[in-house]
């Protein structure tokens, strides 16, 4: 009976249901707090400051050709000996007209010099295209290198530099001699003594060529590409398809035919839009040949900005 009892007790008892409630979630009411973008960019250069900015790149473009950094490296090769650095031949590039070296690691020679990084070393001599009826020379370098000579030069080179200069058969109709130079990359070496862009701070990457026709006297250019560490007003111009060639073939030699852009020290470009001569329009209307090109920033257009690209005009032979 007593059991009875317990087991009825344990089961009318009833639960104190506070302890045991869930409270209902809270929901938090939305942020009033809203984005707030940053206002549009306005233009920091006038017309005059994006036309000087072109010019500067313009009188600089010709001498910030490869011969300096292909000179340099040659000088500071003449410390290697025969152990350092090691080298050899690569094959793959390797046959009539041309020769081709690859050196890497480190080391020191007898003499002192120190050569640190790796290079590739291509030489064209009198390389024929048949295709253009075309002989060439050229000198080929990459690398990423660092080498002390034996008179404490330093030379370092971070990427690619080229040069060519070469001819077309007398039998063609018209002959060319041709010159093209790339240089892409950082470049250094103190033992030109600032004698050429290699002591300056400039940064290039720009791919130049050049055709002269006898014939006529006359010459062509084509530039593509930019450089930093200008100096100036502007750090960084970009040429974009800029050519040009003398009032003998016809073409305006006052403006080039492509664009030109700027960038100021917001990070914002100021893009010129030059309508020269071209290979297919060569001659242009009255008033068109002024070297002043369309300036837009951010896709508004702000006006014209006049250049001098004489410098790139009026050379015999060879351009640089």
Partial sequence: MLITTALWA???ATVDQSTHAIDDPVVEEPSTWAYEADPEPVPTLDLDDVAQAVEELVDKVLETNASPVLFGYDSVM???DDYCPYAYAYEDFSGPGLDSTLWYGGCQTGTGAVFDGYAFHLVYDDYYVAEY??????VYIFGQLEIIDD????????GLAYAMEGHTGSDTETPIELHQSIVSGTFSWDGDEGTSWLSTELL?????YSYWWPDYDSGYIYLHGGASGLGGTVDTVVLDEIQIADAALGWCDKEPYGQASVRDDDGNWYDVVYDGSTWEAPALGDGTCDGCGAVSFRGTYMGEACS????LVGWENRPW
């Fill in 10 to 12: 344990c089961a009318t």
């Fill in 78 to 80: 003449l410390s290697s």
């Fill in 133 to 138: 009826d075309l002989t060439y020379d050229g």
């Fill in 151 to 158: 008179r404490g030069t330093t030379f370092r080179a971070g």
């Fill in 204 to 208: 290039p990457d720009l791919t130049l």
């Fill in 308 to 311: 001098d690209f004489s410098p």
